[in-house]
């Protein structure tokens, strides 16, 4: 159930409807929009009694929300959501008409190679760096990456190079030094579905990258950012990876479909991950070019100086010059559309 209120509605009448959805054993959250706010009634789990919720001082009208999903809904909130990353060298926002660019190796290997990786990225024009600390890997047996000196690695590239940060949590323990040294927390596609690490990141106070379950439905998708805004986390953003299909020359399937339908169904931000969308090299810049053409509002890009040599996701890893390239034309792209990369 929705609450809208009216646009000129004040604080306390927005609190005094919270205050009577709690009473009545709900939870209330309010989502506050460019022109007005929404109350989402949360906790139910059949049809809300409304009382005399509708006429309260500045309610405009009481909507059932049919959708399993709620915050994330276009339903609560009519405008796209602006998901801001402060860096040293300003601000990086995705949903907005910039296209934000996220790139860096999948692992933080050594301080030599995340610094090397860090000066191409910075050079290219890129402002986030991503790189992983702690890897969730296939194998026990492969590199799983430094943790927490990974993360130092990662902050001192921050004070350096003046990138924002991205970097995984893979559980709740790692999420709690995640979130000191990054900017931007990632949770990875095999942990789409961990609801108590989404619970744990959704009363972070950093805006969390989720990326796509491997066989998640656009319905499992949008539940689990619903579990980080249900926790009070609003900045999200979403990520499509690739998912399983029976295509055999790539690593997974690029889902470039989800991203009109991610966009009619909810007002969050969507960005796309080509490298593990395809697990091949010399399908990066082709898929990048796509995804911009189709909407995205950011990509994700593995870059390595040396990826045959990578301790992970050599093959999947384009070459600096290469993001150089492919910087160049996303951005004629982005262009087309009136937009720009950031
Ligand atoms: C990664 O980003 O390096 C990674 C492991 O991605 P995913 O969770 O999409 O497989
Ligand atoms: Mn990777």
Known sequence: MLVVMQSHATEEQIRAVCER???LGYKALPVPG????????????GTVDLGSLESMAGVIECIPVTKPYKLVSRDVKEENTVVRIPTPLGEVSFGGAAIAMV?????????EQAFKVAEHVKAAGVRLFRGGAYKPRTSPYSFQGLGEPGLKILAEI???????I?????DNESLDLVEKYADVIQIGARNMQNFSLLKRAGRSKKPVLLKRGMSATLDEFLMAAEYLMSEGNYNVILCERGVRTFSDFTRNTLDLSIIPAVQRRSHLPIVVDPSHGTGRRNKVLPLSRAAVA???DGLLVEVHHDPDHALSDGPQSILPDELMRLMHEVRQIAGVLSRTIN
Not at 166 to 170: D, F, K, P, Q, Y
């Open 103 to 111: 790139a860096g190796p999948c692992a933080v290997e050594t301080r």
């Open 294 to 296: 189709t909407g995205a």
């Open 21 to 23: 959805v709690e009473s």
């Open 158 to 164: 921050r004070d350096k190079f003046g990138l924002g």
């Open 166 to 170: 991205v970097t995984e949590a893979i």
């Open 34 to 45: 460019a022109g007005r706010t929404a109350v989402c009634i949360t906790g139910n789990t």
